[in-house]
């Protein structure tokens, strides 16, 4: 047992290691601040966190009805709201073209309207919501199905409504897991490239996110590319710290 | 009596658990549903409280009605109107409310301001000598403050009845000292009721006593009536009573089998049907030919510092140093004092 969790362990820590070894720490400040490296960090900090909004408002209470639904359908609306999360990435990309491209199932009328989305910024935060939200979905409804509606109930009793109920009683009480949701969300969004690249394409400081200048600057300026790599790296890790610790807390 | 008690009707039906009683109980400050565990004390509470709905049934409050199955014009009133609150014995606090804000969270279910119910928080906790908990979260508290904030929490909602589930279970001796108060207190000014599996809680406490058997009434009255003189076999063992029925005679009462145990007539007659309930602890065992009823050791139970020894017919609390020689299967002969008191099954 010992070998093979000492081979997981290095199969994940090899790599990131070697990525530390390759950052060129001396011209860090320098590769970080050029133009082409802010705007792209600048655009997907802003997309990342626009994104992770819309997941939360939006995603939080899809959350809490998938958890009050009884029907059969549930499961089957349940599978298709979680798809993205074991979709390649490029495929939900093709799909947002589908429904909101200008030849798209929504895109033609949003175009007759005057909204075109796609190769936009907007298309940006659009991919980054349709990869992030079942994490915010999936935080929210197990965290919800997994309490026992005891102090719902003895809420009711002492006069309190459906409202009063849920901000005061419910919320407080998943809000570690959404909290956990919110943070695997913004990783996601921040994190993502196939979707982007294929329904937002890559404009400088339109669409060109993180990943994207990273992968594009990868056999132009090797040095550029792993300082940004580093950047996501290290927004990873801190990540993963902040978002298990409520989940640990709470399963004490 | 307080005049601001309630009386109680109600028939409550939970097939999936096996319930299906009625109770009613005249306008009584404190009433105890007696019960072991599983005779469906937590789902009377419940369907009163409103928390579970019954499949079929009713219940009212005085003239208010909580449910009505049967009635789709009455329909069934939401909990959060009902104006009764409950105490289980789960962790009924909410964890994420400091100990005050949980006081005031019925008092804010009424539209009071934050502060107004914060302040009136802090009168209920005081009262309760707990004003110190007020800033803590029920993780911190031990199971007997917690059971406390609780019944604080249920009366500061200013309900029309308060109900409390095992009150003094699971909680050290002074904290059960100190509940015991509080619920003796809440009893006098609104209809309380417990649900408890031990008649120890229902003397000097409760005033009227509803014994509950595998989801039905098995008797009902007043405390002094239900525990001293119970009309079933079932509501006497909860009682800590044996009971023996048969035909007064001009000395006690006489057995189907013939035996004639000794006791007071208290104004029935010779030849009219009659029961006696007979406290182990008002028996002891004698020389075999000097007692008042001759039987053989069926069982003996070691309860803390007595000895429980039962016959196929009474029961007797001896003292295990007396006791220490008997074995199952001897002879033995029971005397009874004082003497026991017959009465009417009809009571």
Redesign the interface.
């Known amino acids: 047992m010992i070998p093979l969790a000492l081979a997981a362990a290095g199969v994940i820590a090899i790599p990131i290691l070697a990525t530390v070894a390759r950052t060129p720490w001396g011209q860090l400040p320098e590769l970080l601040s050029s133009p082409a490296a802010m705007q792209a960090m600048g655009l997907s900090l802003r997309t990342a966190v626009l994104a992770t909004v819309l997941c939360v408002v939006l995603g939080a209470p899809l959350g809490f009805a998938l958890a009050a639904w009884t029907s059969r359908w549930q499961r089957v609306v349940r599978a298709v709201v979680l798809a993205p999360l074991v979709l390649p990435p490029v495929v939900g990309g093709l799909a947002l073209l589908y429904a909101f491209g200008r030849q798209g199932l929504l895109g033609g009328w949003l175009s007759s309207m005057g909204i075109d989305i796609a190769f936009s910024t907007t298309a940006v935060v659009l991919a980054q919501t349709f990869v992030a939200m079942p994490f915010m979905v999936l935080a929210t409804e197990s965290a919800v199905r997994s309490r026992s509606p ?2 719902e ?9 459906r409202s ?1 109920i849920f901000w ?2 419910t919320v ?2 998943v ?1 570690p897991a959404l909290a956990t949701g919110m943070v695997l969300s913004f990783a996601r969004a921040l994190g993502e490239f196939g979707a982007t690249l294929t329904f937002a394409g890559s404009m400088e400081g339109v669409t060109r996110t993180l990943p994207l200048e990273i992968y594009l600057q990868r056999e132009s300026d090797a040095a550029a590319a792993v300082a940004l790599a580093m950047v996501l790296l290290a927004v990873a890790i801190v990540v993963v710290a902040l978002a298990y610790r409520p989940l640990m807390r709470s399963a004490r | 009596m307080s005049a601001a008690t309630m009386s109680i009707d109600a028939h409550i039906a939970v097939p999936e658990r096996g319930v299906d009683c009625r109770i009613s109980i005249p306008g009584a400050g404190l009433i105890a549903l007696l019960g072991p565990n599983g005779s469906g004390k937590s789902t009377v509470l419940a369907a009163l ?3 579970l709905t019954p499949a079929r049934g009713h219940a009212r409050l005085d003239q208010s009605v909580l449910f009505d199955v049967g009635d789709p014009g009455a329909g069934t009133i ?9 105490v ?1 014995q ?3 606090l ?4 400091t100990v005050l804000d949980n006081v005031a ?2 008092i ?3 539209g009071v301001s934050r502060a107004d119910a914060r302040a009136a928080a802090h009168q209920h906790l005081a009262a309760g000598d707990l004003e110190d908990l007020a800033d803590r979260r029920p993780a911190t508290l031990s199971g007997g403050q917690a059971r406390r904030v609780a019944i604080i ?2 009366l500061a ?1 200013e309900p029309r009845a308060l109900l409390l589930d095992e009150p003094f279970a699971g909680i050290d001796v002074e904290a059960a000292i100190a509940v015991r108060g509080l619920v003796r207190q809440a009893g006098r000014t609104i209809t309380t009721v417990i649900a408890t599996h031990d008649a120890a809680d229902a003397w000097g406490l409760a005033d009227h006593v509803v014994v509950l058997d595998s989801g039905s009434v098995a008797d009902a009255g007043t405390t002094q009536a239900v525990l001293s003189q119970p009309v079933s076999r079932f509501a006497a063992a909860m009682a800590g009573r044996v009971l023996l029925r048969g035909t007064a005679a001009a000395t006690g009462l006489t057995l189907d089998d013939g035996t004639v145990v000794a006791a007071e007539l208290c104004g029935l007659s010779p030849g009219d049907a009659a029961l006696v309930a007979i406290s182990p602890r008002h028996v002891q065992v004698t020389e075999a030919v000097n007692g008042d009823v001759t039987d053989v050791v069926a069982r003996i139970e070691h309860h803390g510092d007595a000895m429980r020894v039962w016959g196929h017919l009474l029961a007797a609390d001896v003292d295990p140093e007396q006791g220490v020689d008997l074995r199952v299967g001897d002879p033995i002969s029971f005397a009874l004092a004082p003497r026991p008191e017959l009465y009417s099954p009809t009571r």
Do not use: E, M, N, Q
């Not at chain 2, 939401?78 to 409950?86: F, G, N, P, S, V």
């Open positions: 005891h102090h109930s003895i809420a009711s009793t002492l006069g309190a409504g009063r005061a009683v407080p009480a809000a | 409280a409103g928390t939401d909990a959060a109107a009902r104006r009764i609150t409950l289980t789960k962790d009924d909410f964890p994420s409310l969270f019925g804010r279910a009424r929490r249920a909602a």
